[in-house]
């Protein structure tokens, strides 16, 4: 059985409703369909779930909200009609539960918020529901309560009760049926609607995947593949055929718009293969997500990453090392201020400390500087905002020795200078630091040198 | 004005004496002398200062003592007859001290150490005296506490007093005079004497050399030089006629046996460059030591050092890298068993931490492993023993881009895997770690690479 997801441009408009339902008619084990809430049509278009927030916005000021709530129904509207169904009951339903939203009373702006915005999957897959049926498909809508998923926590960053899994599995499956379910929206156990934090259609889809025990989630997007470098850098990079758990991961950390993180820890715990597909092109293999795949030896590497949002702080002292205790006290005067580190590359007597660089305002930057010299007294402390991380990632790295070498060749002979590099901690990629202008560069370099 | 020191070996026999008197005499700015115990003259001897510590526990056990006092009388006496001075007053001193050394009360077992120990280096100074006195030179020998050097804390791991800086440098110091000043030993202000950690005459020369404002530091050992490799692993390696402070610290950290870090702290604070020279070869220009160098762009690499006294223990962890605090927590488990850390780098949800072997006993490393599975609950924990470190020093090395490319190529070639690599945190080096029994191999490689 599979868990199947789509996410929001596959469900923007009625031809891309029709491309879904082909999808799901063509293989019987597509049982559990996510759905997201419809996407863009264009460039500059507006989500649904936007729209959904303005409405919200607007019914907390007190405004006038017939007019979004028109621009809301249109869209569903529009899909509609592409199946001929603009004058099924669904779209009355539809209207009903719109106006219905700003006539509830909520205990915080939280969860109004959270109600709203959550309707954009649950209408849809309401529609999607009510177009199958029509065409006679045995699908039926379902909530994630009735499947036994409940959340707790705040109502805009919901979390999974653990309950929920035994819950989900104690679910009467039928055979026959198709369930549609929308993804990000779920409710707590008193009932009021809640939302995952965004892009938390796929957390939907990977707990119900775990829940009944799936043997496979299909992720549907509009990539062909999930690619080994950034196509706004490398032009036609390779597609992934194959990456594990953990090369994802340290993948996505470094720039590669994959998943959410969080999304995936349900089917990770499960050891459920993912496959990232596009629905507008279904025939293609896509990239499979799994928790071991055999090592190419032609190719070691799986991808390449890259993303400037790092600053780095350089510290040195003579005799520093032989201070024990002196990372404690870094450690400290960073939690300060309530900030955290991401790497902490250490010399003889030097220390490089690697942040994500949204934490850091100039102010903090000058209460931790103070602070540093006070406590620790470095002789040389310097800010490099100039900071990009490329993370080299490959399962079968370690084993293959001449990859490292290669890179570092072409790197040099590119004269590109790279002030840090980081090997050995994860045992499945290497880390790079480079100045920011050059990291395009390298990213090409590196490409190059290793596919 | 030079302070010169001379180490065991450069003043073990009388043929070495004269090697010293010659230097002495060779440079007029060689004003202070500091003085070590005679050192081994021949594989297999014994140092005056471990005769001197046999010495001591027998006077502690009661033992019979007149043989071991004789012996190293001996050492003395063998000394003054190669100046034909076995009949001079000063073997009668020196006796008489020795005889003495046993019928004084100590206020501890270490104050007894301290004073035994630390003769070897006064009697030395004091025969040097003597018979620089008898060749008409205008030497005297000075106590330390007569030059201002005063100490506190332990009798054996004495600190400077830092008041000792000013008294020293109000010292009259008379034109034409040559000061011989025994090293290791010092005294507290209540007249008790104190020794300095072991190898501690460095220290001694570095704070008088500190003290009384010296434009250079001469540190007369058996080699000509410190050398860019272990010479027992490269064949001939070069000589390194200058490096930075920084660069002798790392390669110190990573094994070469060139100072203890402490013992040169005091001229690193005043800026007085040091030179290594030869007391078997005073014409050979040595190693300097010294704040800055200019950079040789032909050979940006100073030194390769290597050490095989690490180990590691790798954490994997998916998602580790997001929970705040994760490293707090591990320093904690550390610190409950008095175990200090080396380097820490991390990977994505992965983390190794270098250890001092030293620090590692299997018990420790049970209960370690036990703390970390229970607060960390770690995916993978692996204790890997077999950690050699290899250190490439060279303040241009930043500046050079290929040489890392070329070190990495050449042990790709050689087929050595490197499962740690560092770089960046410090700038003037990089780290790298490989297994133990490819590490002489390694330093090999990478000799030829650079060199």
Known sequence: MKVVKFGGSSLATGAQ?????????????????????????????????????????????????????????????????????????????????????????????????????????????????????EKGM???????????????????????????????????????SLLIVPGFIAYTNDGYAATFSRGGSDITGAILARGLQADLYENFTDVSAIYSANPKIVS????????????????????????????????????????????????????????????????????????????ALYLHRYLLNREVGFTLKILQILATYNVS?????????????????????????AHISHDLYAIIAPDELDWLDDYAIIMIVGEGMQQHIGTFSKITSSLAEAGINLPMINQGASQISTMIGVPVDRMNEAVRVIYNAVF
């Open 236 to 311: 036609h990079p390779q597609p992934i055929s194959k990456m594990t758990y953990r090369e994802m991961r340290e993948l996505s950390y470094a720039g590669f718009a994959v998943f959410h993180d969080e999304a995936i820890i349900p089917v990770i715990e499960a050891n459920i293969p993912i496959n990232v597909k596009n629905t507008n092109d279904p025939q293609a293999p896509g990239t499979m997500i799994m928790p071991n795949h055999e090592i190419d030896s032609e190719n070691p590497v799986t991808g390449i990453a890259n993303d400037n949002r790092f600053a």
């Open 138 to 176: 045995p699908a039926s809508f379902v909530s994630p309560a009735e499947l036994g998923l409940t959340v707790t926590g705040s109502p805009r960053a919901a979390r999974l009760d653990p309950e929920s899994y035994h819950a989900i599995n104690q679910y009467q499956f039928d055979d026959t």
């Open 17 to 133: 409703f029709q491309k879904v339902l082909d999808i799901i008619t063509a293989d019987n084990d597509r049982r559990v369909v996510v759905v997201s809430a419809p996407g863009k049509r264009f460039d500059g278009d507006i989500k649904v779930t936007d729209l959904l927030k303005t409405y919200a916005d607007q019914t907390i000021a007190g405004a006038y909200t017939d007019e979004i709530m028109t621009t809301i129904l249109a869209r569903y509207q529009e899909i509609a009609q592409h199946f001929s169904l603009e004058d099924n009951k669904i779209i009355l339903q539809i209207k009903q539960q719109l106006v219905h939203l700003n006539r509830v009373h909520y205990p915080s702006f939280n969860h109004l918020y959270a109600a709203f915005m959550g309707h954009g999957e649950l209408l849809n897959a309401q529609l999607l529901a009510a177009i199958m049926q």
């Open 341 to 365: 580190y991401e790497h902490m590359p250490s010399g003889i007597d030097d220390m490089t400390i690697i942040f994500d660089k949204a934490q850091l305002t100039p102010e903090i930057k």
